[in-house]
């Protein structure tokens, strides 16, 4: 079976090492591509930072560090109170030495020309991850965020990294851009990983700047909506709370409420237009199943706290097995149809 995932960081990765686990016990046959929202890249002190699809590569390749979510195990920050000592960088921003050595391979690669795409397919192959990771675009579109000024109305553009980590998303953001993203493509593979997949799942990750900024790559929504696999969206939202992350401040930027049902409205069916045919929400929000079905969703319910690999690999489990009622629920209506 051919597994498609729609991923962002830290909830992506660790649905991806449950899923990996799931798969290898059961069907070792399967196949996993993940393509990963690169808006939250940027460039600092001159080297090319993609957090999200570092934090996969390393979660799954257990060097992640699990308490932090992103980020090496083990690490130091020799270098990074350098950079603060002659006040270049961040310094809210920590580039541990480990994950310097990451940015450093990749940069030098990209200096020697080889796409995004490349640049992770090699830093991947150091270790044997049991998923291909794809970065959406190999175009550089980072999210910049729009944030009132709160003393002069004067509206202020800002790197979503800074509004995340400088300011914990605590701005009121007006607006998310996708800078340069009218001229971005899809980077190799990911339309096809979206055309013979047999189950697409978009991960726990953040609707509005990691799923949405997936989806707002230029052909990547149509491919979505036109693919033959069933569509299975995993909610990020548990009992109106953002499970990780400040999720809910992004949605309350553009105007969704925090909660599993919201969210699946703001996805939309495929049936009407949008994007999936079925969502996965806690046990805690089983009283919106019926709300969701009323949209065209499938809906279900089921334990969605990852607090280790047994409770990620339950929920790839039944994510998979939401995908496969729905798959044989599609064939049915068309087969009445
Ligand atoms: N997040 C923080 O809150 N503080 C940091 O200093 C920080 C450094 C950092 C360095 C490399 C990297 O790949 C990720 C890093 N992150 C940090 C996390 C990052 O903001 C998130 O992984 C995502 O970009 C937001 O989803």
Known sequence: MKITVLSGGVGGARFLRGLRGHVRATDPTSTITAIVNTGDDMWLTGLRIAPDLDSIMYTLAGE???VRGWGRVGESERVSAELRAYGVGWPWFTLGDLDIG???TRTSLLGEGMPLSAVTDRLASRWDLGVRLLPATDDEVETHVVVEDGTSM???DM???EWWTKHRAALPAREFVQRGVASASPAPGVLDALATADVIVLAPSNPVVSIGTV???PGIRDALAAASAPVVGISPIIAGAAVRGMADACLTAIGVETSAD???AHYGARSSGGVIDAWLVDESDAALLPG???LGIRAAAAPLWMHDLPTSQQLAADALALAASTASGNRRETSRG
Request: net charge negative.
């Open 64 to 66: 992640n560090d699990e």
């Open 102 to 104: 990451t940015h450093l």
């Open 154 to 156: 004067q509206f202020q």
């Open 159 to 161: 790197h979503f990294q």
């Open 215 to 217: 989806l707002g790559i």
């Open 262 to 264: 919201a969210v699946a």
């Open 292 to 294: 969701i079905a009323a």
